[in-house]
């Protein structure tokens, strides 16, 4: 027998006025979902615990079975990892953005306008020239999507116990990155950071690439913002640890760092974007042909909670509706005898607050073995009266792998 396991990023919400005190999960025609509800067993889930709000990495690493309070080590090394950026176990990696400062360092813009990718590619090369000649440690830049790029540190006596350098608001001077701790790897990381931002705003300021853009009147993208430092958590894959061959369908570089170190197949699919326009039916096909070589399969989807931060409920139907389009095509095309199948969200994301919330998130489990219960609808109030009742996010591993028969006996 095989899983699949689907995420709808942010899919769970709170009541909306507009929409009659219903959720978007409540409001959108979901004929797929509710199907697996009625066939299945309901719950709901508590990403981390009950009151705590996730971000997207610690609650999927809770999903896959980790408990994240213990082995999360920062966002920056499994963004690293997702856009295809090598981490070792001693590196330290951040998330950064080229933004745009006055010559007194007072941020303008945080995304430098949102430089385009051919230009910031150009800026990138520039920068690791200029780090290559770094006396204490190896240092590697890429620049990913339009103003995103990754810093990786390596060498010796490297922390992520440093603070951030991107003061997150325009109008306010940029940060010194300091130690978190009072280890000397914490002042040394943040002396790096310090005088590597310093370097690289040199070469920025004279770049011809933001001579280009000033004389155009766009704003220079002279300055590396750093944020989110992070070393990989220290975990043992799942595969390993269940001898499962694991793979992922995702467009979301984080989530796809979180299952790369969890041991996962990173399956590329045609037109998997992250955004409204995502190909979810690609998705789909991927999901199908990845259950012929592996047992366990998480397909990812971000639109969701997209349209949570963007705050369209309207937008977050729809896209709760392609969802349950994909997960039809699936159901069609497997073999529902030998395939065990879970629907849930990594957080709740409101549309009213367009953040990230605590309130626990709906979660389904059909397929051979599974019990069921009295629930006939996949939404937050229909799945709280399910015989799954209310679990921890990292608690959804352990009971599929025993439906799975790969569960690791406990005691003689
Ligand atoms: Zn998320």
Redesign the pocket.
Known sequence: MKAILI?G??MADRPIKELNYKTPLETAKKPTLNKIAKTGICGLIDPIAPGIV???DV??LSLLGYDATKVYAGRGALEALGFGIEVSSNDVAFRCNFGTVDKNFVVLDRRAGRIDTASATKLAQSLQKTAKKFPTAKILFKNTVQHRGILRLRGKGLSSMISSTDPAKIGQKTLQATPLNKTPEAAKTARIVNELMQLFHETLKKHPVNKEREKKGLPPANIVLCRGAGTLPNIEPLTQRYGIRAAVVAA?PL?KGVCKVAGMDLLPVKGASGTYETNFIEKAKATVKALESYDFILTHV?AT?VASHDEKFTLKIKMIEKLDGMVNHIMKNINNEETLIAVT???T?SCETGN?EADPVPVILAGPGVRTDDVKEFSERACAKGGLHRIRGMDLMPIMLNLLGKSIKFGA
């Open positions: 995420i990023d942010g996730p971000g997207s609650a999927t979301m989530v971000k909670d969200a990594d957080h994301t990230h």
